[in-house]
């Protein structure tokens, strides 16, 4: 077991490299920094010097070996628009994505797996088909067009709901968080659907094919000559088989729903890093791009090392063939 957790800490490792190398080519070839820090008409001389400043004119692999360096102690240089380092406004934004991406995954983890688990059981009843229906919609529809209806029939037709913001915060430590106010909470709902709609019709129409696949399976028909109660074989035996998939497409999508906040944090002027990020691309802003490719990175990484790790717990036959030699 240990020799295939560091198995997979040095792929891991590989990935972070080879996004590094993307992020640090970033600087060679989306424009000269100097430009972005100094004004037209600032004299050549001044120019040059802020070059050697920034580390220039050093060759190029000494270039990049001195921003992994930074990077791995969370130095990712001064935002060219903000003035600031980079570290500070991910850490002031992250945060909201967090908060966001949490209720977003709990929403679509939760629903999700139930609505797969109801349309598995009854698959012909009424409610099975309206699921359906709206797992067809989750799916085809984009998300910036859920976000604007969600906004027209929540916010400004009805009234119920804040159609942007985060709402009042309270700051702990560091940390600023919704949760504990009345607004911020009303404000999470709507991106919160937003972001986990898709997720979550994707974890329902898996969870019922798994369902349906395992109903039929030998072991499930022993189980019911057995005696088992109806109960006992559907949470006990069949949801619990479906779970390796399941833990698959969680993995994968939390760390997408992270990364790929951006479109509705757009929408509602979510305060995350997703919203830094466009504000970063409008503005040419080189370390924050290559800071935010970084850390979505290292949050793919991160999840699928604890994915590959949560698969031998869930299943035996895997811890198996882990042991056995290659």
Known sequence: M????????????????????????????????????????????EREEVRRSLGLDDPVPIQFARY?????KGDFGV?????????????????????????????????????????????????????????????????FLIGI???????????WLPSYGRGDTIRIGWWSTGFLTKSGLTALILPSITLGLFQMTLIMRIVRAEMLEVLRTDYIKFARARGLTTRAINFGHALKNTLVPVITIVGLQLGSVIAFSIITETVFQWP?????????????????????LMLVALIFVVI??????????????LRSSIRQPA
């Open 304 to 317: 699928n090392l604890a994915v590959d790790i949560l698969y031998t717990v869930v299943d035996p036959r």
């Open 2 to 45: 240990l020799a295939f957790i560091v198995r997979r800490a040095f792929q891991a490792l590989g990935v972070l490299l080879t996004v590094g190398l993307i992020a640090f080519s970033m600087f060679r070839f989306a424009g000269d920094p100097v430009n972005q820090i100094v004004s037209i008409d600032t004299p050549a001389a």
């Open 79 to 143: 935002s060219y628009q903000f003035r600031q380092p980079v570290s500070d406004l991910l850490a002031e934004r992250m945060p909201a994505t967090l908060e966001l991406a949490f209720c977003a995954t709990v929403f679509a983890i939760v629903f999700g797996i139930l609505m797969g688990v109801f349309s598995g059981l009854n698959r012909e009843s009424f409610m099975a088909k309206v699921f359906q229906t709206i797992s067809l919609i989750g799916i085809s529809l984009p998300t």
């Open 272 to 292: 995350g890093m997703g919203l830094l990020f466009v504000q970063a691309v409008q503005n040419v802003d080189i370390p924050i791009m290559a800071a935010y």
């Open 68 to 72: 992994l360096a930074r990077g791995a």
């Open 149 to 159: 209806l969600l906004i027209y029939l929540f916010a400004v037709t009805l009234g």
